[in-house]
């Protein structure tokens, strides 16, 4: 007795062929997932980086409420961090005894970042300080 295959044989389970674009589908969505988590990492540790930079800046600018006349030149470094602190006069439009004089304040700070500098600026107006009455003597 001769046995035929049946035209209605129904396949069971999965063959290689579709095993492996199963796999590779799966691959490239980890992949992009694990890409996607990680730059939201990374941008966590820039933006902490940022923050901590403008913090910098805020207390250096914080450090004087007056600029003497000369003005005031600093630089430093803090923590990985590298500051420096410039000032020039600033024109006012009032001029005479009374008129407060102004200094323009420019604080950058700069840090390394993923092979490149990066840097924050900082801008603000001082006054400028008054000179003490009597020559400065007590």
């Known amino acids: 007795m001769l046995v035929r295959p049946s035209r209605h044989y129904r396949q069971r389970g999965f063959t290689i062929l579709e095993l492996l674009v199963a796999f590779a589908i799966m691959a490239i969505s980890l992949g992009m997932l694990y890409r996607a988590s990680g730059g939201s990492a990374r941008s966590v ?10 913090v ?36 006012t439009e009032v001029n005479g005894p009374t008129a407060t004089l102004l200094h323009e304040i420019r604080v950058v700070v700069s840090w390394p970042q993923g092979g490149r500098v990066q840097q924050l600026e900082l801008a603000t107006l001082r006054p400028q300080k008054k000179p003490v009455q009597g020559g400065g003597r007590l």
């Open 45 to 54: 540790g820039d933006m902490e980086r940022y923050q901590r930079a403008t």
């Open 56 to 91: 910098l800046a805020e207390s250096i600018m914080a450090m004087r409420d007056a600029v003497p006349e000369e003005g005031w030149a600093e630089a430093g470094q803090v923590a990985g961090f590298d500051w420096r602190v410039a000032s020039a006069p600033y024109p």
